[in-house]
């Protein structure tokens, strides 16, 4: 095919390509009449004659258009916000989906993580903390971190002590990846943090199963006593999961009955998230084109 004038240019991944016959461009050196932007999107692009098997060695000629395409831009990351009542069954969830995702980097995210540093407080002070109410956890430090891995930014996520109900030193490095799972019981019911949710589960478990699963972990995890579990279950976490756990199943996407063993409403799940991990595109960009001037003949 012969090479015209105003034929279009390609740049892919810093080259530039004539359009007439694919023929590669080197750096146009003259005067540039005029620049602007093309009004179309990369998937309306110009079909390059490069790509249906054309030689690439001839440089442009006058009149020709140089387009710069610029990268692509990194795509958000799905964020997959679980919440339930207190051993409710949200680890196990979550630990199945990303289980389920082979083909897919999982983040994890947990809400325990960010209670606030209390160490200032003595013990008798510590024991009127409602740990249950969401103004005992660091909302802002989480919803900055979330904002970082949908930017593609690793996060240092804190580590609390329970023991000493005091966040620790060292944390935990969480890198970026394609799905970032956050599990916590007051998740979905701050505005901020399910905005920052593109798929929000309620895990639904009976409260007598919840208070014997509760029991288990913070005795042999957290160093608790049976007798201050069960006088914390019923001063704070019971009455606080009917004011805001509760309440907050209505925005949830998906309900999970009886916890992380429903295999069904899990399999459902991770459908979901694949079908938007499949049909996530990144915004088009527009292209700058630069047009060579014609040739006015010898001088």
């Not at 007439?20 to 998937?43: I, M, N, Q, W």
């Not at 199943?249 to 799940?269: F, H, Q």
Request: contains cysteine.
């Amino acid at each position: 095919m012969l090479v015209g004038p105003g034929r279009t240019v390609e740049a892919r991944t810093g080259k530039r390509h004539w359009e007439g016959d694919g023929r590669a461009c080197p750096p146009f050196t003259g005067p540039r009449t005029s620049r602007y932007r093309a009004h179309r999107s990369l998937a309306a692009d110009t079909k390059s004659l490069h790509r249906r098997g054309g030689p690439d060695t001839t440089p442009p000629e006058v009149g020709d258009r140089v387009v710069d395409e610029p990268e692509l831009p990194l795509m958000k990351p799905l964020i997959i916000g679980i919440a339930g009542g207190t051993g409710s069954g949200k680890s196990t969830v979550a630990r199945n989906v990303a289980e389920a995702l082979p083909d897919a980097s999982v983040a994890f995210l947990e809400m325990d993580a960010y209670y606030r540093d209390f160490r200032h407080l003595s013990l008798d002070q510590l024991h009127l903390v409602n740990w249950d109410h969401p103004d005992a956890f660091d909302v802002e430090l989480l919803a900055e971190h979330l904002e970082a891995l949908s930017r593609g930014e690793a996060v240092e996520m804190p580590i609390y002590e329970f023991a000493s109900h005091s966040r620790s030193a060292r944390t935990r490095r969480i890198e970026p990846a394609d799905v970032v799972v956050l599990d916590g019981i007051l998740l979905l019911a701050d505005a901020g943090l399910r905005a920052l949710c593109d798929v929000k589960v309620f895990v639904d478990a009976d409260a007598d199963i919840r208070l014997v699963r509760r029991i288990r972990r913070d005795t042999a995890v957290r160093g608790r006593t049976l007798e201050s579990v069960l006088d914390q279950y019923l001063t704070t976490v019971q009455p606080m999961h009917l004011q805001f756990v509760e309440p907050s199943k209505r925005y949830a996407d998906v309900i999970v009955p009886r916890g992380g063993k429903n295999t069904v409403a899990i399999e459902m799940i991770v459908a979901k998230i694949q079908r938007r991990l499949g049909t996530r595109l990144p915004t088009p960009t527009p292209l700058s084109t630069i047009t060579v001037p014609a040739d006015t003949g010898p001088t």
